[in-house]
């Protein structure tokens, strides 16, 4: 069994940054698809952005483009989401996800996935 596992959220200023992480257990992240997804108060989960097992592949949502970066390091079991230029609007509870190998990695930013983490909050507000 898969276990996700974030960190690395906080309270930041608007303008500011942030770096999640997400660290996997359970099976090498080089056989999974990882995303993250955030839901606001009141609102939807959404996707943010994924990266495909071997990093090939990176999408992200049209509102955190030039701003947001998914990375990761297969030899640390470890997905990272850097936020610059936080606003806001990126307030929300983030989640980390993971699809399997098999499955198509563009699957991810369609809430197709099967793995989650138990999410980390993010607050930008000053």
């Known amino acids: 069994q898969v276990q996700l596992v974030e960190s690395g959220g906080g309270l930041v200023q608007p303008g500011g940054s942030l770096r999640l992480s997400c660290i996997a257990s359970?099976?090498?992240?080089?056989?999974?698809?990882v995303g993250w997804f955030r839901q606001a108060p009141a609102k939807e989960r959404e996707f943010v952005a994924s990266i495909s097992n071997l990093a090939y592949n990176t999408d992200y949502t049209d509102s955190v483009k030039g701003r947001f970066t998914i990375s990761r390091d297969n030899a640390e079991n470890t997905v990272y989401l850097q936020m610059n230029s936080l606003k806001s609007d990126d307030t929300a509870i983030y989640f980390c996800?993971?699809?399997?190998?098999?499955?198509?990695?563009?699957?991810?930013?369609?809430?197709?996935?099967?793995?989650w983490g138990q999410g980390t909050q993010v607050t930008v507000s000053s």
């Open positions: 359970g099976r090498t992240s080089d056989h999974l698809h």
């Open positions: 996800v993971a699809l399997q190998l098999t499955k198509p990695w563009a699957q991810l930013a369609r809430g197709a996935y099967d793995y």
